[in-house]
């Protein structure tokens, strides 16, 4: 009876560790690489072996907004060809299709920049906090374009805290 016991308990801590979330899921905020201040609060979310991230709150802005900077945009893949600027900001997945390369990290996929309507492709590479150089577990995110491209550094957040920008 112990040797059975001992077995499922094994068999529940190998269970647990398959079906682990990958440390990119999550509540972030994203910041401004340029004025440090919080832009948007996002969740990530694997379903179907595929990363994608929605805006659950915006900095600065009505939480109604419009992606209005997109106007005339449209990409085959998203969002079954809208219009980017009949999008609302907050409530739409703007990074989708990631695939994983490895435990918190992710490429192949695009994220449109709500402001301008822009894709591009991007990464997301998940840093744990270390108390140097990451203070808070953060997420880089990479939209590139060619062999073009810049970071922006997420920090993780609540869910309260993701969808409480105003």
């Not at 590139?144 to 993780?156: A, H, L």
């Amino acid at each position: 009876m112990k040797k059975i016991i001992a077995f499922l308990a094994v068999l529940l801590v190998a269970a647990t560790m398959c079906f682990a979330a990958d440390p990119a899921e999550g509540y972030w905020i994203s910041i401004d690489e340029k004025t440090e201040q919080p832009t948007a609060g996002w969740q990530i979310q694997v379903s179907g072996n595929k990363l994608s991230g929605k805006i659950l709150s915006v900095a600065g802005n009505p939480q109604d907004i419009k992606a209005t900077g997109g106007k005339g945009k449209s990409y085959d893949n998203f969002m079954n060809g809208a219009d980017v600027a009949t999008l609302t900001t907050v409530g739409t997945s703007w990074i989708w299709d990631l695939s994983k390369d490895g435990e918190g990290k992710w490429s192949g996929g695009y994220i449109i920049d709500p402001n301008d309507g822009k894709r591009y492709k991007c990464k997301i590479t998940f840093h744990k906090a270390d108390g140097k150089k990451y203070k808070k577990d953060t997420l880089e995110m990479r939209g590139e374009v060619g062999p073009f491209g810049r970071s922006q550094f997420w920090t993780s957040a609540t869910e309260a805290e993701a969808k409480g920008l105003k």
